[in-house]
T-cell receptor
Framework: NAGVTQTPKFRVLKTGQSMTLLCAQD?????MYWYRQDPGMGLRLIHY???????AKGEVPDGYNVSRLKKQNFLLGLESAAPSQTSVYFC??????????FGNGTRLTVT | GQQVMQIPQYQHVQEGEDFTTYCNSS?????IQWYKQRPGGHPVFLIQ?????EVKKQKRLTFQFGEAKKNSSLHITATQTTDVGTYFC?????????FGEGTQLTVNP
């Protein structure tokens, strides 16, 4: 019973490099989300998706892109990483507006 | 836009003392959710409140939703070391769910 799985768990990038974070859920949830968590700032929504093939911007979308080609997967891309993107990234999923199920997080450092 | 503010940001207590965190929204909420995040972990859903004035209990935890549906509180009676972590509220207004900044609780044994 995996729930929400994020890969990788840790990553170090140099400024300007690109990477993709993968989120997979096995609960058949329609909604998926990407959040970033920074000290003292809680969880801020980057992008979200209400179904396969759809994505929408959250509070802090700049510098990120997402894709939801399959219902169970939600990818977060950084095309040109910046030090300001150093953070812990959490993926979450839910049925409609029901409570969120979070993954274990990805700790990203950009040097 | 919608804002959800949570106080205090930090709380240190001795084991056995009570603890309360408060959540205030700038807009009326359709529901409020509470999550707990253990150090190094991910947020885990605790409870959802929907009705005006609603009170729910989970063992030593008591959750309240204000009459105006703009504020909420979480109260822990007789804290234990297992209560350590950050407690987040998250309020839904329209189609948007907004998290508070969280209250980090430490418990001294």
């Amino acid at each position: 019973n995996a729930g929400v799985t994020q890969t990788p768990k840790f990553r170090v990038l140099k400024t300007g490099q690109s990477m993709t974070l993968l989120c997979a859920q096995d609960m058949n949830h329609e909604y998926m989300y990407w959040y970033r968590q920074d000290p003292g700032m809680g969880l801020r929504l980057i992008h979200y998706s209400v179904g396969e093939g759809t994505t929408a911007k959250g509070e802090v979308p700049d510098g990120y892109n997402v894709s939801r080609l399959k219902k169970q997967n939600f990818l977060l891309g950084l095309e040109s990483a910046a030090p300001s993107q150093t953070s812990v990234y959490f993926c979450a999923s839910s049925y409609s507006r029901s409570p969120l199920h979070f993954g274990n997080g990805t700790r990203l450092t950009v040097t | 836009g919608q804002q959800v503010m949570q106080i205090p940001q930090y709380q240190h207590v001795q084991e056995g003392e009570d603890f309360t965190t408060y959540c205030n929204s700038s807009t009326t909420l359709s529901n409020i959710q509470w999550y707990k995040q253990r150090p190094g972990g991910h947020p885990v859903f605790l409870i959802q409140l929907v009705k005006s004035g609603e009170v729910k209990k989970q063992k030593r935890l008591t959750f309240q939703f204000g009459e105006a549906k703009k504020n909420s509180s979480l109260h822990i009676t007789a804290t234990q070391t297992t209560d350590v972590g950050t407690y987040f509220c998250a309020g839904t207004s329209g189609s948007r769910l907004t998290f508070g900044e969280g209250t980090q609780l430490t418990v001294n044994p």
